[in-house]
């Protein structure tokens, strides 16, 4: 995503512009998170889009739109349970294998630039330090091609891309909702001052999780809260 974003700066990129690493020394998540990738093993791409017909407001739903994009792709090489994470991780079963980072750029009320950074592991077997991630490898018990998961995540991001043009904002509502982990499920969460439990039962368009405690209704930001 560094390289897309210092490209744009300085020169006049067109949407759709892809770059594909081979190694990956920064890898950088959601609030700065570690990502740790061995080389050649996995697919990490970057992908600038454009969606000026988009208001700053329904910002979350790009978010929605390229989790099920990334989702829809993990799924097609695994007949495992895949869900969403909030905000942008990709699980199988309980196990993160793909993270995503979308960076944005905001000119007046609408959205100039997204950089879509998707880290999505393929063919690793080890992760240090990592007790909850995954690979399609690990679970497949089989290697992939990087080729094919390419293929199938741009083909996903372009259908997930026109629902957005098409304003079909609430289909996308409905299938992220579909696929959200741990949604009305007892979960255990952890703030900065303490853990309690509580129900998912939904991200508003804001981008905030919304989980009823004791019956009453709370809304966490990303950085607010943590899952146990």
Known sequence: NAWVQEFINTHEAVEGMTVI?????????????????????????????????????????????IALA????????????VWIKWPNDILIEENKVTGILIETSIQGNKIKNCIVGVGANVNQLYFNDLPNATSLAITEKSE???????????????????????????EVDTLYHASLFRKNILSAFKTENHF????????????????SVNGSEQKFSVKEITFL
């Open 21 to 65: 690493a081979a190694n990956q020394n920064a890898g950088k998540g959601q609030q700065g998170k570690r990502w740790e990738s061995e080389p050649g093993k996995n697919l990490l791409v970057s992908i600038l889009l454009k969606p000026a017909f988009m208001e700053v407001k329904s910002l979350f739903f790009f978010n929605k739109a």
């Open 196 to 211: 309690f439990e509580g129900i998912i039962t939904g991200v508003n368009n804001e981008g905030k999780l919304i989980i």
């Open 70 to 81: 990334v989702m829809e792709t993990i799924r097609r090489f695994t007949d495992k349970q």
């Open 144 to 170: 992939f091609e990087l080729q094919d998961i390419f293929d199938e995540l741009c083909m996903q991001i372009e259908k997930y891309y026109f629902k957005l043009r098409e304003k079909k904002l609430e």
